[in-house]
């Protein structure tokens, strides 16, 4: 799972709880936090006039904005994938995270924002320059509406299948590793895999945070060493791996995206 990808989550999770004003949120973005630790300096941009004009410093004074603009929601907006190669072999690359832009929900429009990740040379561990800018608004769209109970299923569905294969296989690592994942969608105290700013009680109830979790387990697309690393010489063999890989990247992606779109919900009085 990447920083990139795992940074937009953290964002829209932790933001949409500043803006409609859960205060267990209000220390989310630590510069320790597993999403930002190697991030040295964050902006927002937005195109006034002829150049882009810095609105803010850090994630804070951006959400400060957005709050008094009549935002109450960060969402994800997925990339599309260009030309033949599926997307979980595009994992391989870098500047290939699956999604694409964050909006801030806003009740007529939703303003659309894009990060450029820059790298330089530090003694430090913080070596990147992340700018966020405005790419344009659209209207609003409505609830994404994706079953938990439905991505929950795809998921273990998927997990099950990717273990029975990797076990056909002997490819015993892998059948740990899936074991592992599944056991996050019944755990009372699920874990999360490399980025843990994701694990928030405050801001997801137990089965969202049980899916969020059991997705960053099934995270296992990259590039050497990865599940991405496998090729079968037997061409029937290799053809069931590509589609195990393919529902299992899919349902991972559903189950992220289930998730986030019932945990930055705007809460209705009371609940």
């Keep these: 799972m990447d920083n990139d990808f795992a940074l937009a989550l953290h964002i829209c999770l932790s933001g949409s709880a500043i803006l409609q004003g859960r205060s267990a949120a209000a220390a989310a973005f630590s510069p320790n936090s597993t999403t930002l630790r190697y991030i040295n300096e964050m902006t927002f941009e937005r195109r006034l006039k002829s150049r882009w004009e810095t609105i803010a410093q850090d994630i804070h004074e951006w959400l400060t904005l957005l709050k008094n603009e009549g ?66 608004t659209s209207a609003t769209p409505g609830q994404m509406g994706i079953s938990i109970s439905l991505a929950r299923s795809n998921l273990k569905n998927s997990l099950q299948q990717a273990t029975a294969f990797a076990k056909k296989n002997r490819l015993e690592l892998w059948c740990e590793w899936f074991a592992d994942a599944i056991e996050q969608l019944s755990s009372r105290t699920p874990s999360f895999k490399f980025f843990s700013d994701l694990q928030s009680r405050e801001l997801l109830d137990l089965e969202e945070m049980q899916l969020l979790a059991t997705a960053t387990h099934s995270w296992v697309f990259g590039g050497m060493g990865s599940w991405n690393d496998h090729w079968f010489e037997d061409a029937k063999v290799q053809k069931q791996y590509e589609a195990v890989s393919r529902d299992l990247y899919g349902a991972m992606m559903l189950a992220f995206m289930s998730a986030l779109d019932q945990a930055t919900r705007v809460r209705k009085s009371g609940a």
Excluded: Y
């Excluded at 979980?88 to 429009?109: H, T, Y």
């Design 71 to 136: 935002c109450r929601q960060l969402v994800l907006r997925q990339r599309e994938t260009v030309g033949d190669l599926p997307k979980q072999a595009e994992a391989v690359f870098p500047d290939s995270s699956p999604w694409e832009l964050i909006g801030a929900v806003k009740k007529k429009e939703t303003e659309w924002w894009q990060s450029d990740w820059q790298a330089f040379r530090t003694r430090e561990h913080r070596n990147w320059q992340v700018a966020w800018r405005s790419a344009g």
